[in-house]
């Protein structure tokens, strides 16, 4: 059963670049047919995808967050990680890293990790 | 970016209710969309994938339907589990925007 846990800092300053890791456990990354995910969700409010990464390398990002997003798979590490520069106030949220699935058509989201909370401030 | 819009945003029901949400696409997304369950302080949880198919291990009560621009999530007879609240995800093109999401409480 493959589980995922997110890992970083809880409190980033505005202007810094966030930086959070998500731990695969029960299952190797690179096996498969899976893209590697990351979700977010202010408080109170709905969720936000900001993009995927598949284990090649091959990346696809949410064109709102294009310019200040990377996310990469380490697969000697089992993780994978998201990085977002320049962040504000708006930023601040629940952070979810997912695995997404080939079903039938499409790559689905079918394991989440718990989330971490990040908050942007001074 | 494909929007998406679900109604209600709220709803009041009782345990036995037969329960339908719609998720309507600002254009067409074939059958490439999702349902996820999600409960306060928890990770969405997939219900339904490719608009109908029932994922492994969710109760034979969820049913989805539609395909195109318009779309249905049902509970045939709701639980006390199944007080939540729903969002639909388009993926057939980028971003794979979510629905606002449906809170469904107890009346």
């Known amino acids: 059963q493959v589980q995922l846990q997110e890992s970083g800092p809880g409190l980033v300053k505005p202007s810094q670049t966030l930086s959070l890791t998500c731990t695969v456990s029960g299952g190797s990354i690179s096996s498969g047919s899976h893209y590697w995910s990351w979700i977010r969700q202010p408080a109170g409010k709905g969720l936000e995808w900001i993009g995927r990464?598949?284990?090649?390398?091959?990346?696809n990002y949410n064109p709102s967050l294009k310019s200040r997003v990377t996310i990469s798979v380490d697969m000697s590490k089992n993780q994978f990680s998201l990085k977002l520069s320049s962040v504000t106030a708006a930023d601040t949220a629940v952070y979810y890293c997912?695995?997404?699935?080939?079903?039938?058509?499409?790559?689905?989201?079918?394991?989440w990790g718990k989330g971490t909370t990040v908050t942007v401030s001074s | 970016a494909i929007q998406l819009t679900q109604s209600p945003s709220s709803l009041s029901a009782s345990v036995g209710d037969r329960v339908t949400i719609t998720c309507r696409a600002s254009?067409?997304?074939?059958?490439?969309l999702a349902w996820y369950q999600q409960k306060p302080g928890k990770a969405p949880k997939l219900l339904i994938y490719d608009a109908s198919s029932l994922e492994s291990g969710v109760p034979s009560r969820f049913s989805g339907s539609g395909s195109g621009t318009d779309f249905t999530l049902t509970i045939s007879s709701l639980q006390p589990e199944d007080f939540a609240t729903y969002y639909c995800q388009q993926f057939n093109s980028y971003p794979h925007t979510f629905g606002p999401g449906t809170k469904v409480d107890i009346k």
């Open positions: 997912a695995r997404a699935n080939f079903r039938l058509l499409h790559y689905y989201m079918d394991v």
């Open positions: 990464s598949y284990t090649s390398g091959s990346t």
């Open positions: 254009q067409g997304i074939n059958s490439g």
